[in-house]
């Protein structure tokens, strides 16, 4: 049977591009931005996703389409005998792990949107009240991570074309629309014009290292780098797609997004006074910016429109990670795409299901966290560099001699004046920075 490939340049952009575009644009970066520096920061971040989080992203992309397998089988191909595909072991186990809690907090967004539809969430006052108590006092978290799950199902049975790059085409779009909307609505506020500047207003004196860690971390979440989904997804770009383009234009738009996040965050806190409230993660989210509703004309209705940003959001970063792990039964085990959907599906639904009851301490611990926090750790802070550290060696020194340079410049038809840049970087630069990241993260 021929190998899947995505059918447009669109389609593949979108979908690349809902992959970055996940949670860590909406809860992580803006009020990162806003305490390390603002503009500072921005400028910052823009260097690393530039000088470091492109060429990485373009050294995933390489190995993708040379390899043209899953994220195991390209190591397999390229270098026979050897054990690199242990890479490829850990950059399919790390994709697990996260759709694991991941689905979880796409099923909240999903309970959000509902009950924001429904208006259940405002006439009972009850995003005052803690996390914990909200989740086992009103919400039903697991039924809708059960949802979420089979939506995700779904779109992974109907294939690469019809389910991922379809899904992708409608929602990104999608996004944008949503997204914008609510940057005009915030923009215009009364305290529009301060909450800009609490949010940008530049100071340079925050940079410092671990301010540069930071966003050297934040860079490689935020393109879903070190996790073989880049390496999966290419591995269905068609011969003709240019690698350097495409990555430069989804590292720029995710940017896109959260800056505009950051336009919708802060100018709605500063109006409504609610500036000293939880600017970051979870908290924001669920509880922050509810309250931001709450004080909106038409609060229903701008409630709604954020939660479904939120569930789009994270949606089709879920299903790019359930792709890896598809193409590694069918390409590995000569599953059909049907039953490995079903395995997958069967296997997560247990993992979640711990995941969904341990953040109120239901579940047991490891290492002192909830298996929620532990897999997310895991991922993100261990596996996720140690692949992207391995895959950037790979692609500099032990890949098949001019891989990189055949990969950028489709077999030589393209000029690629950057091509030397980044082997250089991926040989020399991020494997030394990412062990930096990898280090400071765990002292
Ligand atoms: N890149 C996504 C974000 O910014 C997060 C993500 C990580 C998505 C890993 C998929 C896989 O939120």
Redesign the pocket.
């Known amino acids: 049977m021929a190998r899947n490939q995505f059918g447009s340049k669109i389609g593949l952009v979108a979908a690349t591009l809902g992959?970055?575009?996940?949670?860590?644009?909406?809860w992580?970066f803006p009020a990162e931005a806003q305490a390390n520096g603002g503009a500072a920061f921005l400028m910052l971040y823009f260097v690393c996703v530039l000088l470091l989080g492109a060429p990485v992203m373009l050294a995933e992309m390489s190995l993708g389409r040379g390899g043209r397998s899953d994220a195991v089988g390209v190591f397999r191909k390229l270098s026979p005998g050897t054990s690199w595909w242990i890479v490829g072991v850990v950059a399919v186990l790390a994709?697990f792990l996260?759709t694991g809690y991941?689905m979880v907090v796409e099923g909240w967004t999903l309970e959000y949107l509902f009950r924001s539809i429904s208006g259940e969430l405002y006439n009972s006052g009850s995003f005052d009240v803690s996390m914990q108590q909200y989740l086992f006092t009103y919400l039903n978290p697991w039924m809708f991570t059960m949802i979420v799950l089979l939506a995700n199902m779904v779109v992974m049975l109907k294939g690469v074309q019809k389910g991922i790059e379809r899904l992708s085409n409608v929602m990104m779009p999608l996004l944008f629309v949503v997204l914008v909307a609510m940057c005009c609505m915030t923009l215009s506020l009364d305290g529009a014009a301060d909450g800009l500047k609490w949010f940008l207003a530049p100071d340079f004196s925050k940079i410092t290292i671990s301010t540069v860690i930071d966003a050297l971390g934040q860079t490689f979440?935020?393109?879903?780098l070190g996790?073989g989904?880049l390496v999966t997804y290419s591995s269905y770009y068609p011969a003709s797609t240019k690698l350097t383009p495409t990555a430069v234009i989804v590292a720029l738009m995710?940017l896109v997004v959260a800056l505009l996040m950051g336009f919708i965050i802060f100018p709605a806190v500063t109006t409504f006074g609610l500036a000293d409230h939880a600017l970051y993660g979870p908290t924001l989210v669920f509880q922050t910016l509810p309250e931001v509703f709450n004080c909106l004309p038409g609060t229903q209705i701008w409630s709604a429109l954020f939660f479904l940003l939120l569930f789009v959001?994270a949606l089709t970063?879920?299903i790019?990670?359930l792709e890896v792990q598809i193409a590694f039964l069918c390409d590995r085990f000569g599953m059909k795409r049907r039953n490995a959907v079903l395995l997958i599906t069967a296997l997560l639904a247990l993992l979640s299901t711990l995941c969904s009851f341990s953040p109120a301490g239901l579940g047991f611990e490891l290492f002192g966290m909830s298996l929620f926090d532990f897999l997310d750790f895991l991922a993100?802070n261990i596996l996720l560099p140690l692949v992207a550290i391995a895959i950037c060696v790979y692609m500099g020194w032990f890949a098949p001699k001019g891989l990189l340079k055949k990969q950028l410049t489709n077999d030589g038809t393209l000029k690629s004046r950057l091509s030397g840049a980044v082997l250089f970087i991926v040989r020399y630069v991020a494997p030394v920075l990412i062990a930096l990241i990898f280090i400071f993260s765990l002292i």
């Open positions: 992959s970055a575009v996940g949670l860590g644009n909406v992580r994709p996260i991941y979440f935020s393109l879903s996790m989904i995710s959001a970063s879920t790019s990670l993100t």
